[in-house]
């Protein structure tokens, strides 16, 4: 079915300022392979360091201290404070 998954992973480059994880984003294929029951952890290892989309095909927008707490809600919370 519909769904997804949060993959994180330490900071690194411009992203270590800004909090110590980052989001791990896969191509639609490199998801799939990820998804799979039997994934070995090797393979796993290989997606995570070397399959991810690259920091810089993001926008990135500066936004509250409200975001970090989950029970804060709503629209305003992703409103840029540039």
């Known amino acids: 079915g519909d769904g997804f998954v949060i993959i994180t992973a330490a900071s690194d480059q411009g992203m270590v ?6 989001p791990v984003v896969f191509s639609p294929k490199h998801a799939r392979e990820w998804m ?3 994934l ?3 393979i796993a290892e290989e997606l995570a360091l070397n399959y991810c989309q690259p920091i810089e ?3 990135w927008f500066k936004v509250g201290k409200a ?3 989950v029970k804060n809600q709503g ?3 992703i409103s840029d404070i540039g």
Request: charged share 45%.
């Open 67 to 69: 975001v970090g707490n």
């Open 75 to 77: 629209s305003v919370l």
């Open 57 to 59: 095909l993001f926008e």
């Open 36 to 38: 799979e029951s039997d």
């Open 17 to 22: 300022d800004i909090h110590d994880r980052r």
């Open 40 to 42: 070995d952890r090797i």
